[in-house]
């Protein structure tokens, strides 16, 4: 019905081309909030869920245009079909992680089936779109002016009402105590027990905790003075305490006491030094840039007790203000050098 009044009626060109719009923004602030760990990055995870609610903001249009699309029976229409299904399911993963009402499904937290739906609606999405192209010529339509001007008005509407939907689902969340009321900036949740053994054990991809023989575990470190190996020995008798929250991507914070070596005691970062890459046993590795290295440390502790093999025994980085990827466990080696930080894969590739 809404769909008739002359203000609201929209072309399916429109309709598709503000729908695709709201899901690069969806996408880019959804990989930008996996990134964030620090209180900085606050405004990417809002910003994703504005564009989530613009997302469904236009499902009455988009309904619209599909149900012509449907009758016309053109190929291919039941991939379309299923990309509808996943959009909405991702959707739903989202706000339910959002919300903290259901924290898990089938033993995945509501976060990580959010982001493998997203993921996995990409080639479908790339094929709709390519086969489906949007004519971007006809914008140059000579009622440019007017139409821009109404494009712009109808946009600002859309965002202001789905920024309104935003903030009085946070309100809702508050009023009615939802856990969604209490998730971190990041979106996640905490840990119902604050034992470090309750930690869960996470891998990035796939990797497997190693068996490690500590008597023969040895420590390479490199920096500008060159190339020593330490035993965990040389570690043990450090007991530098950091208190921080390691915040994982799939959807859970824990907050502990970790202790161990700062790692600004064991490299000493020359003029030249860009980066420090910390490697794991099992091939696992990042590059931290050196304005970082303050804050890092290696721990051999959590909570006063010895790491458990899971968390990274013998030694695990503790990386504060970053999210759980960077946090590079089984580490046996740590190199400061001349490459710049950002000389990596956004995310970690093993
Ligand atoms: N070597 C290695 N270190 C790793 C990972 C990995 O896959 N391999 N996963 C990271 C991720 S994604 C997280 S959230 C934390 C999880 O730490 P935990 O298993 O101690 O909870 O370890 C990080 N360190
Ligand atoms: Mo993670």
């Known amino acids: 019905m809404a769909a008739q009044q002359p ?15 709201a899901l690069l923004v969806v996408f880019a602030t959804g990989v930008g909030a996996v990134a964030t760990g620090s209180e900085r990055g606050r405004w990417v995870v809002i910003a994703h869920g504005v564009a989530a609610l613009v997302v ?13 699309g449907l009758r016309r029976g053109r190929p291919g229409r039941w991939a379309s079909v299923l990309l509808a299904v996943l959009v909405a399911a991702t959707l739903a993963a989202g706000l ?22 997203a993921l996995g609606l990409v080639p479908l999405l790339l094929w709709h779109l390519v086969s489906r192209p949007v004519r971007l010529r006809r914008l140059s339509a000579p009622r440019r002016g007017d139409l821009s001007r109404r494009t712009v008005l109808r946009t600002g509407a859309l965002i202001g009402l789905a920024t309104v939907a935003y903030v009085m689902t946070e309100v809702a969340l508050r009023v009615t105590g939802a856990p969604g009321a209490r998730r971190r900036f990041t979106g996640s949740h905490a840990l119902a027990s604050t034992d470090p053994d309750a930690m869960p054990v996470t891998s990035w991809i796939d990797d497997r905790t190693p068996t490690i023989e500590v ?4 420590l390479t470190v490199v920096d500008s003075d060159g190339r020593r190996e330490l035993g965990i020995g040389d570690l043990t008798g450090y007991d530098t305490r950091v208190r921080t929250t390691l915040d994982c991507t799939s959807g859970w914070y824990a907050e502990h006491e970790w202790s161990g070596v700062p790692v600004s005691a064991l490299v000493r970062p020359d003029p030249g030094a860009r ?5 794991s046993v099992t091939g696992y ?13 290696l721990a051999t502790r959590v909570a ?3 790491l458990r093999r899971g968390h990274g025994f013998p030694v695990r980085l ?6 759980g990827y960077w946090w590079v466990k089984w580490v046996d080696r740590i190199e400061l050098d001349s490459t710049p930080a950002w000389w990596q894969p956004p995310f970690p590739v093993t």
């Not at 203000?7 to 719009?21: M, P």
């Not at 050196?290 to 890092?296: E, F, I, P």
Request: net charge positive; proline share 4%.
């Open 215 to 218: 008597s023969r575990w040895r």
């Open 96 to 117: 339910v992680s959002a919300t903290g009402l259901v924290r898990s499904v089938g033993g995945f937290l509501a976060l990580w089936l959010h982001i493998a739906l």
């Open 7 to 21: 203000v609201l009626r929209v072309t399916a060109r429109a309709t598709n081309l503000s729908l695709l719009a």
């Open 318 to 323: 503790v990386a504060p203000g970053r999210r």
């Open 304 to 306: 006063g007790r010895t």
């Open 275 to 279: 980066s420090l890459y910390v490697h």
């Open 285 to 297: 590795w990042v590059r931290l840039p050196v304005a970082d290295l303050d804050g890092l440390l």
């Open 56 to 68: 469904i903001a236009l499902i009455p249009w988009k309904s619209v245009v599909v149900r012509r």
